[in-house]
């Protein structure tokens, strides 16, 4: 249908909607069910079949079917059946890893869908833009992206940009008049606006004449169908690794099976022991294990109000050596209440917190009506009017819908008894320019019902000063002379120096009714007065800094509020020390980036800045050698966001835009949020370094037993299936639960990780060589002990070497989980660890204890005292190594 073509109520009939009040909560449900979901249909996923059976893939696995049909030709029925259920049960542990690493990602991918504000039952909510349908009536602002495809009913200024669609990269001007174009094109529509475009300026209603995959978007959607999920650094700096250690690892074991044919073994013997041997050596499964620590610890992330939109950073967060912050919302409540309004060199006081309408206002400590205050009403009913905030007062809740600062300014004017609902009888609101940030104002122009026009202008105080002529002083218009000037000036000190906000009003009479231009209309105002406000600190912010801090990470304030507020809040959070410097955005002005550069490690505090500085600051920190993360809630804010190492967008008060530019969304706006994500971002870094380095020392274990015995002409200290075994018991379980272990309490105290420190650093490759030759070695000689006791019962030293390599692994399994030794950890801490490392026990006791298994894994049961032996040689490389290493401290002490 061509809707640009129809009047505005004729297009309401035909969507069958209400303009006033939207649609009802049934109407919305059959129509869920007559047109579905607004999205777009994606490409075919992977059947769960053949996700499961591409854990079969791989090379070795498919050596090992072939082996298992030559042992099944051989008559070996018992060890093909075994190794067929081993392989088996380890693509089942594979898959379910992939199964919940890709739920994960697509629980992440709806948290991070835009959210839309459409109308229903009368009542603005917040919904995400799949719940729209046909007929639903939007609003949107500056930083929206538009959920579906709508006809404009009403704009303010309104524009968007649609290079998505058209690949114009210049905003279109909107209309919400019908259009009488032959041959449109989707940018000539200029009364539509299109699913997936970004509204950069202004506001406007709507009413969505389609969704989902009639959309304009959807007619295209395969240009949108997003690419499989990408590799972080990570997992390709692991995969890579993988491809080296599958060639070490083969390389090694065809040396065991050459030395094993040397030395008399069976070329079969041999062959299997090597193929089972090469399985158990390479980690194959390092990379899917990688992928659910990430995504486990994405989940964690989420349950902290931190939700991450790009894998990779969750790497970085660990290297964040900088914080830029956002003051309002993030350090503070975001619960703006005015508590001082100054005018005509008087000031009043305003009592009452948050959305509370019990407030008094008095002027030096006695009461007074704001109705016989001539100027006070004035202020209040001026900071109402050019307003676009809403307060909603249901039992449920009660919240303002809009910026929190105009809420401050309406709760004010609402405890003077001063009602939207009176105004709009008073007032028509006939234009409207919206809050700019470059501008740092918002301006309206209204009528009265004498039909006299008058403009009001609010904004940042210095801003409305330079445009202001003249001044209301005792009851009338006066020209701004240098003494007003002057007590304004010490006015909006005073209120700083409280750490209070201010917000300026001014306004001006117009004479006639032309339509005049936005720059015509904020020039030459008269000044009216100022209200005050205050957001307190968020109480834990403090101590995040202050973790921060300790953790190497320096947080810088940055904020568009008065100078001397910034400081007042920065002193207060403990944020500034002695020597920090406050920058104010017209001295960063007149900064090059090379002299910012300079100085950008001196400065804590920018105040007085627009979002065009943010991008200024990041680069000049990057240039520092600094990773920086940056936070951010506007459109102008997103170029500061996706230039940053880490951009961090505001999950309640944030745009689209900025949210889509970010790599991490808080759900709270909470600055303490930052510092969490931090330290779990650390932590799933270092979790991720424990279990490489457990799967990797408990490898090199294994290969080395079988190579040491073949050079010492020993018989098999393990046959193939007790390796298959190893590898399916000691590598599954306890390195999954390493990836959900707690951060060591020293996370925070430590430097931030260099980005381009590798997976080896801190002597990890060292650890995992010296702790596999200790492993290897106390199998080893185990074996020997009790096959140089019997050695006509080579099965019994099967078992014990058998016993003594899992005991091994699942004791090492816990010295992992620390930098230094095994008792620097509680190891109830981790109580998913302590229930993988039972079960493994379990398992193993198992196949030595149960009669049926006995003979297919080759096992016999040992006795109780062959028992201390195992375990004694099991503990003896924790015990060397945490000797070693408490020997290293005494020296140094």
């Known amino acids: 249908m061509k809707w640009h073509e129809m009047e505005i109520q004729e297009a309401a009939a ?41 854990q079969f893939k791989d090379f070795m696995v498919l050596v090992l079917f072939g082996a298992t049909i030559i042992s099944a030709f051989l008559g070996e029925y018992i060890d093909a059946v ?84 058209t690949g114009e990269s210049l905003p279109v001007q909107k209309t919400c008049g019908a259009l009488k174009v032959q041959e449109a094109g989707l940018g000539d529509l200029t009364n539509m606006a299109f699913m997936g475009t970004l509204v950069t300026r202004g506001s406007g209603t709507g009413m969505v004449v389609a969704t ?22 990570l997992q390709k700096r692991l995969e890579q690794l993988g491809k080296i250690l599958i060639v070490v690892a083969l390389l090694l074991t065809a040396l065991v099976v050459g030395v094993g044919v040397i030395q008399g073994h069976s070329v079969y013997a041999m062959f299997l022991a090597g193929v089972s041997l090469a399985v158990a050596a390479i980690p194959e499964g390092l990379p899917a294990i990688v992928t659910v620590a990430l995504a486990l610890g994405v989940q964690r992330m989420i349950r902290q109000k931190s939700i991450v939109r790009k894998l990779p950073a969750v790497e970085t967060l660990g290297c964040a050596s900088v914080i830029c912050s956002d003051k309002t919302g993030t350090m503070t409540q975001n619960k703006m209440t005015v508590t001082d309004i100054w005018s005509e060199g008087r000031q009043w006081k305003v009592t009452g917190t948050g959305l509370d309408l019990s407030g008094a206002f008095t002027f030096r400590d006695e009461p ?73 104002r918002m301006s309206v122009i209204a009528e009265d019902t004498a039909g006299k026009r008058f403009v009001v202008t609010k904004g940042a105080p210095d801003v409305l000063l ?41 306004y001006k009479p117009l004479h006639g009714s032309h339509k005049i231009s936005q720059e015509e209309a904020e020039r030459d105002l008269v000044f009216l ?51 920090g410097k406050v920058m104010e955005g017209s001295e960063l002005n007149r900064l090059s980036d090379e002299e910012l550069e300079q100085i950008a490690d001196d400065v804590y505090v920018f105040a007085r800045v627009s979002p065009e500085h943010k991008l200024k600051i990041v680069k000049a920190l990057q240039k520092r050698g600094h990773i920086v993360a940056m936070t951010g809630d506007g459109v102008n804010d997103a170029p500061a966001i996706k230039a940053a190492d880490i951009g961090i967008a505001m999950g309640i008060t944030g745009t689209d835009v900025a949210k889509e530019a970010s790599a991490l969304v808080l759900a709270d706006d909470n600055f303490a949020t930052i510092k ?62 390493l990836g959900l272990d707690q951060p060591e309490g020293n996370l925070m105290n430590r430097k931030p990780r260099h980005p381009k420190e590798g997976v080896f650093a801190r002597k990890l490759g060292w650890k995992v060589i010296s702790r596999g030759f200790l492993i290897g070695g106390a199998t080893l000689g185990a074996f020997l002990f009790i096959y140089s006791r019997d050695p006509e019962n080579l099965a019994y030293a099967q078992t014990v070497a058998f016993s003594t390599l899992v005991m091994a692994q699942l004791i090492h399994v816990f010295d992992c989980r620390s930098e230094k030794s095994i008792f620097d950890r509680n190891p109830f801490e981790n109580m998913y660890l302590v229930w993988a490392v039972i079960s493994s026990v379990i398992l193993m006791l198992a196949v030595i204890y149960y009669p049926p298994l006995q003979p297919i894994f080759k096992t016999v049961p040992i006795v109780l005292r062959d028992w201390v032996l195992i375990l004694g040689m099991a503990s003896l490389p924790t015990f060397l190594l945490a000797g070693s290493l408490l020997s290293a401290k005494g020296k140094k002490a």
């Open 14 to 54: 035909s969507v069958k909607t209400d303009r006033d009040t939207g649609l009802s909560d049934s109407e919305v449900q059959s129509r869920y069910s007559k047109f579905g979901y607004n999205e777009l249909e994606e490409a075919k996923k992977t059947s769960a079949l053949l996700l499961f059976l591409g």
């Open 82 to 165: 075994a190794i067929i259920a081993i392989v088996l049960l380890n693509g089942v542990l594979g898959f379910l890893q992939e199964r919940r690493a890709e739920r994960s990602l697509e629980a992440l991918k709806q948290l991070s869908a835009p959210q839309v504000s459409a109308l229903r039952e009368g009542e603005w909510v917040r919904i995400p833009s799949r719940g729209l349908v046909p007929g639903d009536i939007v609003k949107f602002t500056a930083g929206d992206r538009i959920g579906a495809d709508v006809r404009l009913l009403s704009v303010k200024s309104l524009e968007i940009e649609e290079s998505a669609l």
């Open 212 to 233: 989902g995959m009639k959309t304009a978007m959807g007619q295209i959607a395969d240009l949108l169908q997003s690419a499989g999920t990408l590799d972080t650094p």
């Open 368 to 440: 007074v009506l704001p109705k016989n205050e001539k100027a006070l009403q004035q202020l209040l009913t001026f900071g109402m009017l050019c307003n676009t905030a809403h307060l909603i007062d249901k039992e449920e809740e009660k919240r303002i819908d809009g910026d929190p600062t105009e809420g401050a300014l309406l709760i004010a004017a609402m405890k003077a008894g001063i009602t939207r609902e009176g105004l709009e009888k008073k007032f028509t609101i006939i234009e409207e320019f919206p809050f700019d940030s470059s501008r740092k």
């Open 466 to 506: 330079s445009l202001s002529r003249h001044v209301l002083w005792e009851n009338r218009q006066q020209h701004m002379a240098s003494s007003h000037e002057q007590r304004i000036k010490e006015s909006i000190e005073s209120m700083a120096s409280k750490a209070l906000r201010t917000i300026a009003i001014a």
């Open 529 to 579: 007065g100022l209200q005050g406000m205050i957001d307190p600190p968020r109480p834990e912010v403090k101590q995040a800094i202050k973790e921060c801090r300790a953790a190497g990470i320096k947080t810088v304030m940055i904020t568009g509020d008065h100078v001397i507020t910034a400081r007042a809040i920065a002193r207060q959070l403990d944020l500034l020390p002695q020597n």
């Open 676 to 737: 969490s994500a931090i330290k779990e971002g650390r932590n799933i870094y270092e979790n991720i370094r424990k279990f490489i380095r457990y799967l990797l020392a408990s490898n090199v274990g294994e290969i080395l037993v079988m190579l040491f015995a073949m050079l010492l002409a020993l018989p098999l200290p393990l046959v193939p299936i007790q390796i298959l075994w190893v590898n399916l018991v000691t590598d599954g379980l306890p390195a999954m639960a």
